[in-house]
């Protein structure tokens, strides 16, 4: 099955497929035994700074090895894209989906950018998910909005705001309501960014309403780092001794969010 399939699946039994960044060998491992254990599809998210980190062969053969090795359903969407020959360079190494984030853009140039992206991409099969309306601004997106910039751009999925923010913040409150009519508005896969700390009750109710992708990434950072932090402090060098409990940090994590998106046993 394709991610596109997934994601229908995804629409029509109302669960939502995770996507959990990495920029390291051991946060991977994490994601994938995640999802090998809890018979879960999974997007692994890199960033456009997490993939130069990692760099994009070495992300493309350890994820191609990894997926045969760990038995797994497992697609790479670049997070935020915003460099348009970047994306491009991710889409040609073999990247599934990659997310054109134009939202810091006038409305006019992120539709513009959008439609070139996915002219590229669908030539070569890849999905594209947009995003209105940066997260980090206070406007939430409206559903008139989010049905022009999806007829103007054909983009696969939509990020848009709808009260969620990046990283780790007090009282997250999503507007449902507002979610609700985008949903009514639209027929693309609808997509949450800024997934940490937002409770599972909201999560889940979200997803009731239409979310399809959720995204998460700093809480498998606290994870990974709170471990390391620990492990670092004993006398051991020996980094197959100290970064195995790094490794089991990010898969429980990953494991608790499957379960509560519900897309556990979906594969
Ligand atoms: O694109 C990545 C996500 O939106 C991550 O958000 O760090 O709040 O989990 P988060
Ligand atoms: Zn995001």
């Known amino acids: 099955m ?10 029509k039994q109302k669960f939502a ?6 920029s390291t060998l051991e946060q991977l491992r994490g994601i994938l035994a995640a999802a090998r254990k809890m018979k879960s599809p999974v997007i692994l998210g890199t960033s456009e700074e997490e993939s130069k980190f990692l760099g994009l062969e070495e992300i493309l053969a350890l994820v191609e ?3 045969m090795k760990y038995k797994v359903s497992a697609f790479l969407n670049l997070d935020h894209g915003k460099d348009l020959d970047y994306i491009k360079k991710a889409i040609d190494f073999g990247y599934s989906a990659v997310h054109f984030d134009g939202s810091d853009l006038s409305l006019e140039k992120n539709m513009k950018y959008a439609k070139r992206i996915v002219e590229y991409a669908h030539k070569k099969g890849v999905l594209v998910e947009g995003e209105i309306d940066n997260i980090k601004e206070k406007s939430l997106t409206s559903p008139d909005k989010a049905k022009r910039f999806i007829e103007q751009t054909k983009v696969d999925s939509l990020a848009m705001a709808i009260g969620s923010a990046h990283g780790m913040y007090k009282n997250p409150k999503l507007d449902f309501e507002r979610l609700k009519q985008i949903k009514e508005n639209t027929n693309v896969f609808l997509v949450l960014h800024g997934g940490s700390g937002i409770p599972d009750m909201q999560i889940k109710k979200a997803i009731k309403l239409g979310i399809n992708k959720i995204n998460i990434n700093t809480e498998l950072r606290l994870a990974w780092k709170g471990t390391l932090a620990k492990s ?3 006398q051991e060098v ?23 998106f519900n897309s556990k046993n979906k594969l």
């Open 2 to 11: 394709t991610l596109k399939d997934y994601l229908k699946k995804a629409q």
């Open 17 to 22: 497929i995770g996507q959990f960044n990495f």
């Open 65 to 67: 090895i990894s997926k």
């Open 232 to 234: 670092l402090k004993s």
């Open 238 to 260: 020996k980094p197959y001794k100290i970064l195995p409990q790094a490794q089991k940090a990010v898969q429980h994590k990953v494991e608790e969010k499957i379960e509560v």
